[in-house]
């Protein structure tokens, strides 16, 4: 059975003693570390919160300015195009003419020598015609 003695004060006492050094010396600090340390934690949560919104903010605007660009660079690609389009017409237009005239021009030149060729066969018709009638006859016409 259990007597209440002194003994038992002088060990309630002591417990109480060393539950309030332990307190004041291991507990409290422990707990002041524990809240810092959360404290840290949640600056740097924070932190990398702001971070990755600003991080989606320039990637948005990255995108944003990417579209743009293709856009004015299809844009730029369309007005080249049309434009080379248009020169080709030209140019093409320009080549087709010149060789109109080069064949109207070859075309005039073949008929007068066509024509001065018949004149000369012509006028020479009838040297030919007594010719082979000679030959055929074999005789001077």
Known sequence: MITL???LWVQLI???IMMALLNSMLYKPMRRMLEKREEKMSAIRSDVEKFERNAKQLLENFEKKMSEARLAGKSEMEK????ARKTE???MEAASKEAQEKKSQLLAELTSQIEAARKELQAK????????AQKLLGRAV
């Open 5 to 7: 003695d002194l003994s």
């Open 14 to 16: 002591c417990a109480l």
């Open 89 to 91: 017409g030209e140019l």
């Open 80 to 83: 080249l195009k049309d434009e």
């Open 125 to 132: 018709a009838e040297s030919f015609a007594v010719e082979i």
